[in-house]
Nanobody
Framework: QVQLVESGGGLVQAGGSLRLSCAAS????????MAWFRQAPGKERQFVAS????????NYADFVKGRFTISRDNAKNTAYLQMNSLKPEDTGVYYC?????????????WGQGTQVTVSS
């Protein structure tokens, strides 16, 4: 069973950048597809981006295309989310998630979340 720990959140001005990291342990990292979700105050959690085990297949939510980049380093058991051109509406708790390869998008492993706050 994989454990996930996010880091890299913080306070940034609009237009700035942050890079989130998700360190995985307790499992074989390449057995998992990784994703990032976010939840704004008072709103439901929403999908941000995903990357398959090899890094070859990537998906983004429309609202982050061209601004965010998801990646993974299998040698370091870590997934990343590079966030550029941040907007106040990007504010929220960002969660890393994992699902075993072949299990679609039913993510069942979650980190504790890291807060991202974008000031205007």
């Amino acid at each position: 069973q994989v454990q996930l720990v996010e880091s890299g959140g913080g306070l940034v001005q609009a237009g700035g950048s942050l890079r989130l990291s998700c360190a995985a342990s307790g499992g074989t990292f390449t057995n998992y597809q990784m994703a990032w979700f976010r939840q704004a105050p008072g709103k439901e959690r929403q999908f941000v981006a995903s990357v398959n085990w090899s890094g070859e297949f990537i998906n983004y939510a429309d609202f982050v295309k061209g601004r965010f980049t998801i990646s993974r380093d299998n040698a370091k058991n870590t997934a990343y989310l590079q966030m550029n051109s941040l907007k106040p509406e990007d504010t929220g708790v960002y969660y890393c998630a994992a699902v075993q390869n072949g299990m679609g998008s039913r993510y069942d492993y979650w980190g504790q979340g890291t807060q991202v706050t974008v000031s205007s």
